[in-house]
T-cell receptor, first 115, second 112 residues
Framework: KAGVTQTPRYLIKTRGQQVTLSCSPI?????VSWYQQTPGQGLQFLFE???????NKGNFPGRFSGRQFSNSRSEMNVSTLELGDSALYLC??????????????FGNGTRLTVT | AQSVTQLGSHVSVSEGALVLLRCNYS??????LFWYVQYPNQGLQLLLK??????LVKGINGFEAEFKKSETSFHLTKPSAHMSDAAEYFC??????????FGAGTILRVKS
């Protein structure tokens, strides 16, 4: 079974631009979560989608948004990029909505560099 | 609120020595706890999880962890370190749905 796939692996953008990152979960998984990883702040939760509905949202500005499609694939968008948005963005999928024992499975991430 | 504290941002052991990575959690309800490992330029790989039941949890690559409610701890151990264990390790607690709260991470160095 294929794992969580994130595209692209690397991105370089300029301040003020916007970016869209894509995540394909493991087949059959309905929950997709996004995390930001930086050396200073560590791993921080962005948001979670389950069956196309956002269930949880972290403490990030409204420039960070996401969505989930009917096939469970997810995208996250960051508008008006700032230097501080440079990070590794990780997507994770899970079989259930968190009430059971299914763990999160992570992709290899998208490395975003904002110049 | 649930949070996780990992003691020691860097741990160095010799090959063949015991690995002990410390994790303490704070939670008002019985927690779901996880250990993940991250190799350079990769995502997170699940090592093991504690949900309910047996407090000694065995994971992949010879790692195990023991849930101790009285000490609010979930330390990760491996009897004999291997060079391939060098990586960064994260302890995490599940907080609502599939939201994980992670510790700051511990970088494990294995000396030959």
């Amino acid at each position: 079974k294929a794992g969580v796939t994130q595209t692209p692996r690397y991105l370089i953008k300029t301040r003020g631009q916007q970016v869209t990152l894509s995540c394909s979960p493991i087949s059959g998984h309905r929950s997709v979560s996004w995390y930001q990883q930086t050396p200073g702040q560590g791993l921080q939760f962005l948001f979670e989608y389950f069956s196309e509905t956002q269930r949880n949202k972290g403490n990030f500005p409204g420039r960070f948004s996401g969505r989930q499609f009917s096939n469970s694939r997810s995208e996250m968008n960051v508008s008006t990029l700032e230097l501080g948005d440079s990070a590794l963005y990780l997507c994770a999928s899970s079989l259930d909505g968190g009430g059971g024992n299914s763990p999160l499975h992570f992709g290899n991430g998208t490395r975003l560099t904002v110049t | 609120a649930q949070s996780v504290t990992q003691l020691g941002s860097h741990v160095s052991v010799s090959e063949g020595a015991l690995v002990l990575l410390r994790c303490n959690y704070s939670s008002s309800v019985p927690p779901y706890l996880f250990w993940y490992v991250q190799y350079p330029n990769q995502g997170l790989q699940l090592l093991l999880k504690y949900t309910t039941g047996a407090t000694l949890v065995k994971g992949i690559n010879g790692f195990e962890a023991e849930f101790k409610k009285s000490e609010t701890s979930f330390h990760l151990t491996k009897p004999s370190a291997h060079m391939s264990d060098a990586a960064e390790y994260f302890c995490a607690v599940r907080r609502g749905g599939n939201k994980l709260v992670f510790g700051a991470g511990t970088i494990l160095r294995v000396k030959s």
